[in-house]
């Protein structure tokens, strides 16, 4: 036992360092064998970024004589188009791009025409998939870029820059409007910049092919979010966050191990002035190893001779360890006794140096290691009482944890049970669609129930639509929904009511009765239209709810009542009927607030009406079918990655 314990220590404190110094002899020859390689490899990869920056210069300097042929074209286009915007008593976001840029004369298939809000969003194009394309998906530099436009409010137009939507290179300009409220966009392809583009990237795709080493050499435009010029290669998002210093330095490396294999990403910024893109970043990919160098036979001889001597070294002081051992057999044996009992004599002090003073202290020891154990028995006294406290606070936990999920287990079973009941109550939407085929319902509640809901019957030869969204959380509005269906279904099914008005006054008086002791907060905004098909007459009513109606590219909005069902405003509430004419071309649109409450992706800014409105209009003329799909995408792209905050019920049809 003594002799493995005081090896064991040997071979830690002494043979194992003795190895890591021969290990690290014999690795720096290695490393000074590879050396010549790496370094060779170095100088070409500094000769390849010099000619890589050299072929980006001479790429932007051919396509500056391009574009020094376009401008003059551009400008008198973009002026044309202003003007007529400016003397048009058309919304920019509707007039028809496509008419004026027939009326240019241009080659269709190498210009298209963009509306921007001041918000950099594309409300009107030729180039439909741009369509509320934002420009701050480009970066913060594009959106400066445009209020640099606003505020200046004369034409610019600058350098080519990438589209990697298309894979060409495409030039732009930018003119605001008279009024200072939008920007006309021209785009102009270039069938000499696309040869530009094809020989850059063929270059690009041959060079790396000359060196088994390089994997891969490309192109990235926009230093804040770079876009590739090859379509089916991205910028790997794990390396955005050197972006900002690679614009500082010029150049940067980064190691990364993909599937197994090491590769080094060779970054170049060159920040010439390519449009508003802030600059092109070159990337070369690498191998990181491009094989070891083989080990000749100096190297193994040498390997042989410093294992021999090691050896020899190792023999030596083993020899030496075995006496230490004799003569430190007493000490060790007392210590292992101390370790294991009390002992109850002390050790003879004997022999001259060091010996007496350590055997000195070990006396020391044992005088003061009975008090210490008889502490420790008294440690280990109040660790048990913990430990058995513990265990009694953790079985509490458990039980209450378990109480808990019986809880919430009970609450989505009562959830459940309320979405079947509003489920039975409200009618089907495969009835509504098949009554009025040209409709959608979009309805999105934010939990499993909600207070939104939607309700149609047909009686007196009348068709009775109703739109409702109910106070309180999604629990209580729940209720409430469940309460205004039932009431509704007595007013217009049983007692035959087919006035949208008087609907409205008798659910509001039924509520008041059922919640007269005033305890219960209650209020329903709602909005009920009538359609008469065989007479075209169409009257709507409301309680604090609009509806939207557009025709012939007109939009309306007719509010109705400004207080809620069971809303107490202190004097008698008047619900009045408004006529509505309609024509085949007329659609109707009623919603609750829940879309217009939506936050924005920074989570501070609301859809709000206007917005929705233009929307409205912009979707009016589509097929019925895509227009639920387009509120559905829109409202996706406006809140990005922050969360539905309201219920959302939206009905749109045509009589």
Same mark, same amino acid.
């Given at each position: ?14 043979i ?9 002899? &014999?690795? =720096?020859?290695?490393i ?29 300097a051919? *396509? ?10 551009? /400008? ?8 007529? =915007? ?26 298209? *025409?963009?509306?921007? &809000? ?6 009107n ?20 870029? /445009? ?9 610019i ?44 990237? %063929?270059?690009?795709? !041959? ?17 804040e979010?770079?876009k ?28 990364q191990?993909?599937?197994? !294999?090491?590769? =080094?990403?060779?970054?170049?910024f060159? @920040? /010439? +002035? #390519?449009?508003i ?19 000749? %036979? ?29 003569k ?18 002390k /050790? ?12 000195? @202290?070990? @006396? ?10 008889? !502490? ?29 999920d019986?809880?919430r287990v ?11 009941i ?16 040209q409709?959608?319902?979009y ?31 999604? *629990? ?23 006035v +949208? ?12 009765? *059922?919640?007269?002791? %005033?305890?219960y ?21 409301s ?8 025709? &012939? ?22 619900? !009045? ?17 829940? #879309?217009?409450s ?13 917005n ?24 996706l ?19």
């Open positions: 036992m003594k002799t493995k314990s005081t090896m064991r220590v040997f071979i830690l404190k002494l194992l360092p003795i190895v890591v110094l021969f290990f690290l002899a &014999n690795t =720096i020859n290695i000074s064998d590879l050396r010549h390689n790496q370094v060779h490899r170095a100088e070409i990869q500094e000769s390849l970024n010099s000619e890589l920056r050299s072929f980006v210069e001479l790429q932007y051919s *396509l500056q004589v391009i574009e020094q042929s376009m401008e003059a074209e551009m /400008l008198r286009n973009s002026n044309i188009i202003v003007n007529a =915007i400016s003397e048009s008593a058309v919304n920019p976001e509707n007039v028809d791009l496509f008419a004026m840029r027939d009326k240019l004369g241009v080659d269709t298939s190498l210009c298209d *025409l963009y509306i921007i &809000n001041r918000d950099g969003v594309i409300v194009t030729t180039y439909k998939s741009d369509l509320y394309f934002s420009f701050a998906n480009f970066g913060q530099n594009h959106i400066l870029y /445009l209020y640099e436009c606003f505020r200046n409010k004369e034409f137009t600058p350098a080519f820059f990438f589209d990697s939507k298309s894979e060409r290179y495409r030039k732009y300009s930018y003119h605001p409007t008279a009024d200072g409220r939008y920007i006309v966009e021209i785009g102009y392809y270039s069938p000499l910049a696309d040869e530009i583009y094809s020989y850059v990237s %063929n270059f690009m795709q !041959n060079r790396a092919l000359e060196t088994d080493w390089i994997v891969e050499i490309n192109q990235y435009a926009y230093l979010r770079p590739s010029f090859n379509i089916k290669s991205q910028f790997p998002r794990e390396h955005y966050s050197i972006l900002h210093e690679l614009k500082e330095k010029g150049e940067m490396s980064i190691s191990t993909e599937d197994g !294999n090491q590769y =080094i990403y060779n970054y170049l060159d @920040n /010439l +002035p #390519y449009g893109s802030d600059g092109i970043i070159i990337c070369v990919k690498t191998k990181a190893h491009i094989g070891l160098a083989q080990f000749d %036979n100096n190297i193994i001889q040498q390997i042989f001779v410093d294992i021999f001597f090691l050896i020899l070294i190792i023999i030596v002081f083993i020899a030496s360890v075995r006496q230490w051992n004799q430190s057999g007493i000490i060790i044996t007392a210590i292992e006794n101390i370790a294991e009992t009390v002992p109850q004599r /050790l003879p002090i004997e022999g001259r140096g060091d010996y007496p003073r350590l055997v000195s @202290n070990i @006396n020391n020891i044992i005088e003061n290691i009975g008090q210490y154990k008889s !502490n420790i028995q008294h440690i280990k006294q109040q660790l048990n009482f913990a430990s058995h406290r513990v265990f009694e606070l953790q079985e509490s936990v458990r039980i209450q944890q378990q109480m808990l019986n809880t009970d609450e989505n079973e009562s959830l459940n049970y309320i979405r079947k509003e489920q039975a109550l409200m009618p089907k939407q495969q009835d509504f669609i098949a009554q009025f085929p409709s959608f319902i309805h999105k509640q934010r939990l499993p129930v909600g207070g939104n809901f939607f309700w149609q019957t047909a009686t007196e030869g009348k068709n009775v639509i109703v739109v409702a969204d109910c106070s309180g959380n999604a *629990l209580s509005s729940a209720f409430l929904s469940i309460i205004g269906v039932t009431i509704l279904n007595n007013i217009v099914r049983v007692q035959n009511v087919a +949208p008005a008087l609907i409205l006054d008798k659910l509001d008086l039924a509520l008041k009765d *059922l919640f007269s002791d %005033n305890q907060f209650c209020e329903i905004s709602m909005a009920v239209c009538t359609i008469d098909t065989a007479s075209r007459q169409f009257t709507f009513s309680a604090n709810m609009p509806i939207t109606t557009v025709s &012939n590219g007109v939009i309306q909005m007719h509010k109705g009542g400004n207080f809620a069902i069971g809303e107490d405003i202190g004097i008698p509430k008047v619900f !009045n009927n408004i006529d509505i004419p309609y024509d085949s071309s007329s659609t109707f649109y009623l919603s609750t607030k829940g #879309y217009l939506q936050f924005d992706a920074t989570d501070t800014k609301k859809l709000n009406y206007s929705f409105r233009k929307l409205l209009a912009s979707i009016s003329t589509m097929p019925i079918i895509e227009q639920q799909k387009t509120l559905d995408n829109y409202l792209a406006w809140r990005g990655k922050t969360p539905q905050t309201d219920d959302i019920l939206i009905v749109g049809f045509k009589c």
